[in-house]
């Protein structure tokens, strides 16, 4: 199987790396190994917070796709970064889960599999039509539990 120099990795894929090291693993905490970056700060701001994050997360992915990366690639990834907004929005509990989930971590490695490895080259049509139809499920059943709330408060 044929690797790719690390130097044929486009200037852009090069800003991923960093962008997801400022996400993910920028700070360290104290006589620990434990990193965390800005997304699980951002998670603390109320709805904006996560929609930051994910914006950046489509960005990296964006990106991606530009370079012409496989669908099993992105739908993947983008699996990563929708996991990680529907456990950002559950109050509380989402902003201890952005600290572990780590999507933009997670989509790096994808990436470097892609990239210098060579895996995840096949279609992938059926994950994103998998995906899709969770995406879609999750939307209606977050409508429905406000609607709900809203009922309980009137």
């Known amino acids: 199987m044929e690797t790719r120099d690390k130097k044929q990795l ?14 993910d693993s920028t700070f360290r905490v104290p006589f620990t190994s434990f990193k965390f970056g800005i997304d ?4 603390f701001v109320p709805i904006i917070g996560d ?21 099993m690639l ?4 983008l699996k990563n970064i929708f996991v990680d ?22 989509n790096l490695k994808l990436i470097h599999e892609y990239h210098y490895e060579n895996k995840h080259q096949k279609g992938g049509k059926t994950l994103l039509i ?3 139809v969770f995406i879609i499920l999750t939307i209606i059943a977050m409508f ?9 408060i009137i």
Do not use: C
């Open 85 to 106: 907004l529907i456990m950002g929005s559950v109050p509380l509990v989402g902003n201890i889960a952005d600290f572990m989930h780590r999507a933009n971590s997670k």
């Open 10 to 23: 486009p200037v852009e894929l090069r800003t991923i790396e960093i962008l997801s090291k400022v996400l």
């Open 74 to 77: 992105i739908v993947l990834m």
């Open 40 to 43: 699980p700060i951002l998670g």
């Open 130 to 132: 998998g995906l899709l």
């Open 51 to 71: 929609l930051v994050s994910f914006a950046i997360s489509l960005f990296i992915i964006w990106t991606v796709y530009k370079h012409k990366a496989s669908t």
């Open 144 to 152: 429905y539990l406000l609607w709900y709330l809203w009922q309980m």
